[in-house]
């Protein structure tokens, strides 16, 4: 019989009974009752920092779980994992997206624990924890921050982070002054919570609850409303009712399966997600050895519409998304293309769960039926050819339709530092149909994988009234960026990819309709480049976390996780 309670996993003296003893000698150190410590318990991974405004509401959220946890009669005890900040990290938060998990899924398995509900919000936070509970494997519940509200600014409506760009993209063309930008910098992100728009962290939310992993209805609620804090008890009571047996104690790899992977596939293609959700979901089905093939996502997206009608790509909020009927309307509309036998973290399987919804009010301007659908087939879609040899990622539904086809001359960025120093010059040799290729931005380049693959538009361009270029890298783009842009471009260039040979005034042809990218240079020409190449040495870290980051990270296709953490643990 598995020991539960504060009695699981006991510390290793040598003497069991004393370790329990001791144990519980210093738990009630903290104050708790013989009674209490020999009930099961629910921990509680939250996430809070001074460095991470998506989780200022964090403190009331835990408070909320406990509660919620003490009334259905398990002892609730948080724990602490790190934060992970969007804005605050340098060089990029994907760079410590995997020591997250790691920390969430060794303290899980360490502590002890009978389930755990996870509080996460910001882009990578809840991709982390997802990770580390597939790894844990112990019954596990999502809970997001949720989203932050709107701002206004002189009667206008503005949400982080796709007004951020906007306003920015403005200022450079010298259309707004420095006085109205500086202004604006105090209205875009208002409250606690993620970014107001379907960017990464929305995504994300939605994917946890497609998966099953979150509770019903709750992706979507925003981090101010007192929705939010009833999800938090909710949370909590289903994780104590696991915890006592009074409800099934799904366990992760028992709800992220194959089918609710698909599931959320779709789900990602018909909310006109971010392109980082792909790089999360592969890196979350990877610990439990499920694949997510570029292939397949191509088939899902050609038969799956996009029906949200949200920032970056459309017209409103996460707010407004909320009020709209939020996921289950989104998952109604896909019911027939979904695996509806797929388990939740409720015990219901998908189909058991959309039935109980079945009267919900949707609000069809933001929510569109799967019979009129904003985009007829899915926002994400794989290119590959030469120039990609293991694929890339191109987000069609934030794209200028009128230049899915096209053929351009190279102009080329050697790394993120080349392109601050000479996007704006005046001399830069650039046209408006010309495509800009930035290179060394991948996952082992030392800017590991930054959210730069959204170029700017050469300032002297921009000051034309060029709004959108084909702009290619082996980066990331934010979730709240938009434009004509091919990212995830692999193999990446430092570790000698087609996309570091490209040479200014080298041809590159694009078709979405084919799903194709090559670079139209001979294989001989490349070979020479190649060889060249091989005598440069990058700079590759010696020590730390950035050496253990390099030496095992994978590429896009596989998720940028860890090699080491790849598959179940045993
Ligand atoms: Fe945290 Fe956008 S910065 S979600």
Redesign the pocket.
């Known amino acids: 019989m598995t020991t539960k309670g504060i009695k699981r996993g006991l510390t290793n003296y040598g003497d069991m009974a004393f370790a329990a003893y001791l144990r519980r000698s210093f738990a009630k150190s903290m104050g708790y009752s013989t009674e209490l410590l020999n009930k099961p318990i629910v921990g509680i991974a939250s996430s809070p920092s001074g460095f ?3 989780h200022r509401n964090m403190p009331e959220l835990v408070e909320a779980v406990k509660r919620g946890v003490l009334a259905a009669g398990a002892l609730p005890i948080d724990f602490p994992t790190i934060s992970l ?3 605050f990290l340098s060089p990029t938060s994907l760079m410590f997206r995997n020591m997250m998990s790691m920390d969430v899924e060794e303290m899980i398995r360490a502590q002890p624990m009978d389930s755990v509900v996870m509080i996460g ?3 990578k936070t809840v991709p982390a924890q997802l990770m580390g509970a597939a790894s844990a494997n112990i019954p596990a519940i999502q809970l997001v921050t949720g989203p932050m509200m709107t701002g206004r600014f002189e009667g206008e409506r503005l949400g ?2 796709t007004d951020c760009r906007r306003f920015w993209g403005s200022f450079r063309a010298g259309k707004i002054s420095t006085e109205v930008i500086e202004d604006i910098e105090s209205r875009l992100a208002t409250t606690t919570g ?2 107001a728009v379907m ?3 929305s995504t994300m939310a939605c994917i946890s609850e497609a998966l099953g992993m979150s509770l019903p209805g709750t992706a979507a609620i925003p981090a101010v409303h007192a929705d939010r804090l009833r999800a938090a008890e909710a949370s909590g009571t289903l994780a104590a009712k696991m915890a006592l047996g009074e409800a099934r104690a799904l366990k992760p790899d028992e709800i992220m399966t194959n089918k609710s992977v698909e599931n959320a596939m779709r789900v990602l293609l018909a909310i006109g997600g971010s392109t980082n959700a792909i790089i999360h979901l592969t890196a979350i089905a990877g610990r439990l050895n499920i694949p997510v093939g570029l292939k397949r996502l191509n088939e899902l997206s050609d038969e799956t519409p996009v029906l949200v009608n949200l920032k970056p790509t459309g017209d409103h909020y996460m707010e407004d998304f909320n009020a709209a009927g939020g996921l289950s309307a989104v998952l109604a509309q896909l019911k027939d293309s979904l695996h509806l036998d797929a388990l939740t973290v409720t015990g219901e399987t998908l189909g058991e769960r959309l039935a109980a919804e079945s009267k919900i009010f949707v609000d069809h301007t933001i929510i569109r039926p799967a019979s009129d659908p904003i985009e007829p087939v899915g926002g994400l879609v794989s290119l590959s050819g030469t120039l990609a040899p293991n694929g890339a990622i191109f987000k069609r539904s934030a794209a200028d339709k009128n230049l899915f086809e096209v053929e351009g001359r190279a102009v080329v960025f050697s790394s993120l530092e080349d392109l601050s120093l000479r996007i704006d010059d005046p001399d830069l040799d650039v046209t408006k149909d010309d495509i800009l290729v930035l290179q060394n931005a991948g996952p082992k380049s030392k800017s590991g994988m930054p959210e730069a693959g959204y170029l700017p538009i050469p300032k002297k361009l921009a000051a034309q009234g060029v709004k959108d270029m084909v702009r290619i890298s082996d980066a990331r783009m934010s979730g ?1 960026a938009y434009g004509t842009i091919i990212l995830h471009v692999s193999p990446e260039a430092s570790i000698g990819g087609p996309i570091g040979l490209v040479r200014n005034g080298d041809r590159i042809r694009v078709s979405v309709s084919k799903k194709q990218i090559d670079l139209l240079v001979s294989e001989e020409e490349l070979h020479k480049r190649r060889t060249a190449l091989e005598t440069i040495k990058s700079d590759i870290p010696t020590r730390g976390y950035a050496h253990l980051y390099h030496h095992h990270v994978l590429q896009a296709e596989g998720g940028c996780d860890f090699d080491f953490l790849v598959g179940q643990a045993k």
């Open positions: 991470n405004s998506c900040g969007e804005i919000g910001c882009d982080a982070c993620t970014c960017g990464t962290a709240t």
